[in-house]
Structure formats: structure tokens, C-alpha cells
């Protein structure tokens, strides 16, 4: 069973619109969570991080996080073709491990 | 403030020989991580250091990979004998502190074995 899961899409908005990134996650006590955009052949860029229940804004993306659910979210406002790329989720997981944990990544396709 | 370097970009091996990657953290950060990252697959923990210490090596096939950060600051990544499926990208992160701080990426070496 993965820990992180993402679906790998490709996921394809046009311009403007709202993109939509979701994540699921295994370990219940994990505490902080991540979002990292990872454009095609580059190494990987964290964007957002969050760590209690809620939302987080920064600029154009939203981070929501629902432990309940073990669940993850990023927004997307005002999409642009620069945002093409693959997001990846990532968390650490509770306990003695404390691992950083990458989900597959999601590609996101902004079509102008 | 200069990111993460790593060294080589590219590396071109055949099968059973040796490589050595090399990574330079950013100034300040106690802790640094390798992670192997297959195409089409997020990045997996091999090994993290804080300082000159491991700190979690549980993934790391430590039958032909070793790390070591002498001095705790520049770290290097051996693979010997290197076999077809260690064909990937090898990133070098650096966090300020532990596991809860984030962690900013080098650029990558990726590998490729024939």
C-alpha cells in the first residue's frame, strides 16, 4: 500500500481556470505536509507547506489540509501555462521514522 | 544565498562500474538528504545526515551504496558495482534542521547505466 497517493493524471485546465491537486495519505500522526512543482527535467521546487487543519494562501495557491480525511489539497487560482508542471505531495510521517514521503506526482497541463 | 550543488549534471556508466556523486548544501543547513528519483516515481529517501552524523539510512542498499559528509558539510553518494536499475536522478537536499524544516533540492545528477 503507497503511504502518499496522488492521482497521476494528466490533468489539463485552460487558462484562468482553477486547477484542483489532491493527495491522500496512510500514517495518521503524520504532521506536516508539502507541495512541491517539479517542472520537466528539473529538480523539485517546494511551493507550499501546512501543518494544522485549514487552509493556507499564498498568492495564487491554497494548501487545505484535513487530517480527518488524511487528506491534502492545492489550488490553483488564475492558472497559467507557466504553471504546467508535475506537483508533487510529500509528507512526513508520524513516529520514530520521520521520513519525508513523495506521493507519484501529478502532472498539470495549463492549455492557453 | 546560493542553493544546493551538485556535481556531476550527467553521468553515463555501463554495469558493474563505480560512480561518485558529490553535494554542497546550503551554508547553514545541519541536515542532508539523498534521494533517488525513478522517472514517473516521487523522490525516495536514501540516506539523511545531520552534520557528519546518519541519521536514516533504512533505505539505502547498502550492498553497493555508501554515503559519508565529512566535516558536515560536503557529502558524496557511491554506487559500487552499479547495476541497470540504478538508472535515475540522485538529488541532494538540504534542510536547516531536521525533518520538520523544509528542504530546498539541488539540481540532480541523473544517472544512466547500460
Known amino acids: 500500500q503507497k503511504e502518499v497517493e496522488q492521482n497521476s493524471g494528466p490533468l489539463s485546465v485552460p487558462e484562468g481556470a482553477i486547477a484542483s491537486l489532491n493527495c491522500t495519505y496512510s500514517d495518521r500522526g503524520s504532521q506536516s505536509f508539502f507541495w512541491y512543482r517539479q517542472y520537466s527535467g528539473k529538480s523539485p521546487e517546494l511551493i507550499m507547506s501546512i501543518y494544522s487543519n485549514g487552509d493556507k494562501e499564498d498568492g495564487r495557491f491554497t494548501a487545505q489540509l484535513n487530517k480527518a480525511s488524511q487528506y491534502v489539497s492545492l489550488l490553483i487560482r488564475d492558472s497559467q501555462p507557466s504553471d504546467s508542471a508535475t506537483y508533487l505531495c510529500a509528507v512526513i510521517n508520524g513516529g520514530s521514522a520521520r521520513q519525508l514521503t513523495f506521493g507519484s506526482g501529478t502532472q498539470l497541463t495549463v492549455l492557453p | 544565498e546560493a542553493g544546493v550543488a551538485q556535481s556531476p549534471r550527467y553521468k553515463i556508466i555501463e554495469k558493474r562500474q563505480s560512480v561518485a556523486f558529490w553535494c554542497n548544501p546550503i551554508s547553514g543547513h545541519a541536515t542532508l538528504y539523498w534521494y533517488q528519483q525513478i522517472l514517473g516515481q516521487g523522490p525516495k529517501l536514501l540516506i539523511q545526515?545531520?552534520?557528519?552524523?546518519?541519521?536514516?539510512d533504512s533505505q539505502l542498499p547498502k550492498d553497493r551504496f555508501s554515503a559519508e559528509r565529512l566535516k558536515g558539510v560536503d557529502s558524496t553518494l557511491k554506487i559500487q558495482p552499479a547495476k541497470l536499475e540504478d538508472s535515475a536522478v540522485y538529488l541532494c537536499?538540504?534542510?536547516?534542521?531536521?525533518?520538520?524544516?523544509?528542504?530546498?533540492f539541488g539540481p540532480g545528477t541523473r544517472l544512466t547505466v547500460l
Open positions: 545526515f545531520q552534520n557528519n552524523g546518519v541519521v536514516d
Open positions: 537536499a538540504s534542510s536547516l534542521v531536521a525533518w520538520n524544516n523544509e528542504q530546498f
